[in-house]
């Protein structure tokens, strides 16, 4: 098709009125010139367009964690600085035995799990193998705005070393309540790296308290975790956080009411 365009154009350039004098032949040249540069283009068009590189897809799918129907996840804000992505959170099973199987500091839910009022959220954690350095992991209350930027919790923590820490989540702060502290009432890891706790949050009309093995190991009046730049509420989305390179099973995580 584009050699016959371009011999029409041809064709159709030599019919251009014959010369009888010299600007006449000056005006059949530049006739000839532009009928063969049009015959030309769609050629160049051609070539331009296969050197052209094919478009990258702006719309690829954002990773995605692997975890139980119903579960969602996001990571720590430091594990996103690091390249971490929740490609790299593996949970297994249902909330009756759910098994984290390593994989960066996250925060693990099911937005279908709330407590309220008075109520005890409970849980017991066995740890599989050492993690190094020592993680952590425990049970969070109080959980609101968990997939926006001002994602408020309150989560217990135990390692398997033997301490314990208590740390209010929101948004990119972290505070602290209890750093690292020693506790008879957790059980630490044997040669094998292997520990199980029971971790909890007993809520009541005063008090927030977390237990460890039955242990009231930290207790705090509700005024002073409700509040502005605090937890919303003791009310709310209850759930998980692990920390980096945590290898856990969850058995019979739920809510219990008092």
Known sequence: MRRVRRQEA???????????????????VRAVVVMAAIA???????????????????TAAAPVATLPTGWKARLDPQEEKAGRTLADVKVEGDSAALHVTGGPAATLWNPADTASAAF????????RRASTPPGSYGPFIGGTSLDGKEYNYLYCAV????????????????HTLVERKASGAIRRADASGKASNAIAWSVDQ??????????????FPRALVI?????????????IHID???????????RRRR
């Open 159 to 174: 390692f398997g070393n033997g301490v314990f820490s208590v740390k209010h989540r929101f948004g990119g702060e972290l």
């Open 244 to 254: 980096r390179d945590v290898d856990v099973r969850i058995a019979e995580f739920g």
């Open 40 to 58: 030309a283009a769609p050629q160049a068009t051609a070539r331009a367009q296969a050197r052209r590189p094919a478009a990258v897809s702006s």
């Open 120 to 127: 005890t959220v409970w849980g017991s954690f066995t740890q």
């Open 206 to 219: 005063s008090n927030v308290s977390c237990l460890i093995n039955g242990t009231a190991v930290a207790t």
């Open 10 to 28: 041809l064709t159709v350039a030599r019919q251009v009125v014959r010369p009888t004098t010299a600007r006449g032949a000056m005006t059949a």
């Open 227 to 239: 509040g502005p730049g605090k937890l919303e509420s003791t009310d709310g989305i209850f759930g």
